[in-house]
């Protein structure tokens, strides 16, 4: 799911959430076991974004919902609406204008470039082996290790000249 945020409640059953930036590539086409040599094809518009990621508090659900709540337990995906052309991609994120994500104020992560289009192509053919992919599906491609984020901070993430999300988490 791919929302706007500006607060994220932590459920009762999680023990903590982290955030891992990404960046979000919407597929320009349908398609199935996708050869690398034809993937940047696919590669459509993009922006970069987070996923909140959580971990489960086995003891705070019943053991007849602990399938159903796994399962349910996915990222949560944040970007912003606005989708940059392909051809912005080289060069966006750089030393000069990294992605950076805070919590409270403080830098967590910093990342200074993206996956070139040949690493793009290889990891969406990858994809593509074991999922069929539609046009305007979005591939999220992690760009760094997930980051802790305690309750009750503000998580902030900038990238570009565009970008911004700032979310309290509860």
Not at 47 to 68: H, Q, R
């Amino acid at each position: 799911m791919i929302r706007a945020l500006t607060d994220f409640y932590i459920p009762d059953y999680i023990d903590s959430i982290s955030a891992v930036p990404v960046l979000c590539i919407r597929s320009e086409r349908s398609g199935k076991s996708v050869p690398a040599r034809f993937a940047d094809r696919y590669l459509g518009p993009f922006t970069c974004g987070l996923l909140i990621k959580a971990a489960l508090n086995k003891d705070a659900v019943s053991p007849e919902d602990l399938i159903f709540v796994e399962n349910a337990l996915d990222y949560s995906t944040v970007i912003p609406y606005d989708l940059l052309p392909a051809d912005r991609l080289s060069g966006f994120i750089s030393e000069q204008r990294p992605l950076t994500i805070k919590i409270n104020g403080h830098p967590a992560v910093s990342v200074s470039n993206t996956p070139g289009k040949d690493e793009l192509s290889r990891r969406f053919a990858e994809i593509s082996r074991y999922c069929s992919l539609r046009t305007g599906d979005f591939l999220a491609f992690e760009l760094a290790d997930a980051v802790p984020v305690p309750k009750d901070s503000r998580l902030t993430c900038t990238f570009g000249v565009e970008g911004n999300i700032s979310i309290i988490v509860h």
